[in-house]
């Protein structure tokens, strides 16, 4: 269970104590359980040795855990940096974070959807949402700016026909439309 998901149960079970009376009290256990759990968190963080926590960082629920507590070691461009990394084909790239607006702004790399431009977007925006969740909750949106398009050709464009030659021979048995064949002809000439 995600850092995210365990959230939202939480939000859950105090949603549904709404009108009871009960919902302060609920929020102050769970506030409570936190500050516990968070300076035994911090207690765990400093006795380990040296890099021992560094092989950590890339388990969501671990970063999860100490980006609550604000223990991350990391800043938020380093944790961005790891969460995307983990992505399979790595299909985005860092263009801009802003901070004051937690919109993060990523370019779509050309091979992220089988190299043409087409398609993929929604895929690749939910895999990136989810692993930032853990990682950088302090990013708000996500902006994907999509690759150019590549242009698609079909067949491979007529040779010049040589003085003499008939048009056909030119063109090696492909289709002429007629602007093809007027040019060929005017080739020939």
């Known amino acids: 269970m995600t850092a995210e998901q365990t959230g939202l149960r939480v939000q859950e079970s105090l949603d549904r104590l709404t009108g009871t009376g009960a919902q302060a009290a609920a929020e102050d256990l769970v506030r409570e359980m936190m500050a516990f759990y968070g300076e035994g968190l911090a207690a765990v963080v400093r006795l380990l040795p040296g890099d021992?926590?560094?092989p950590l960082l890339d388990d969501p629920a671990v970063a999860g855990l100490l980006v609550l507590?604000?223990?991350h070691p990391e800043d938020v461009a380093a944790r961005i940096a790891r969460a995307l990394s983990a992505l399979p084909e790595q299909p985005v790239d860092i263009e801009e974070f802003d901070p004051d607006?937690?919109?993060l702004r990523l370019r779509r790399r050309g091979g992220a959807?089988?190299?043409?431009?087409c398609g993929g977007g929604a895929a690749?925006?939910?895999?990136?949402?989810?692993?930032?969740?853990c990682h950088a909750p302090e990013v708000a949106s996500v902006d994907?700016?999509?690759p150019p398009k590549l242009l698609q050709i079909g067949v491979r464009p007529p040779e010049p026909a040589r003085r003499g030659?008939?048009?056909?021979a030119a063109h090696r048995g492909a289709p002429l439309n007629a602007a093809?064949?007027?040019?060929?002809?005017?080739?020939?000439?």
């Open 69 to 71: 507590h604000d223990l």
């Open 144 to 146: 994907i700016a999509e």
């Open 124 to 133: 690749v925006r939910e895999a990136v949402e989810g692993v930032l969740a």
């Open 180 to 189: 093809h064949r007027a040019e060929a002809v005017e080739i020939a000439r």
């Open 52 to 54: 021992a926590l560094e």
């Open 101 to 103: 607006t937690g919109v």
């Open 165 to 168: 030659e008939p048009v056909e």
């Open 113 to 117: 959807d089988g190299g043409c431009g």
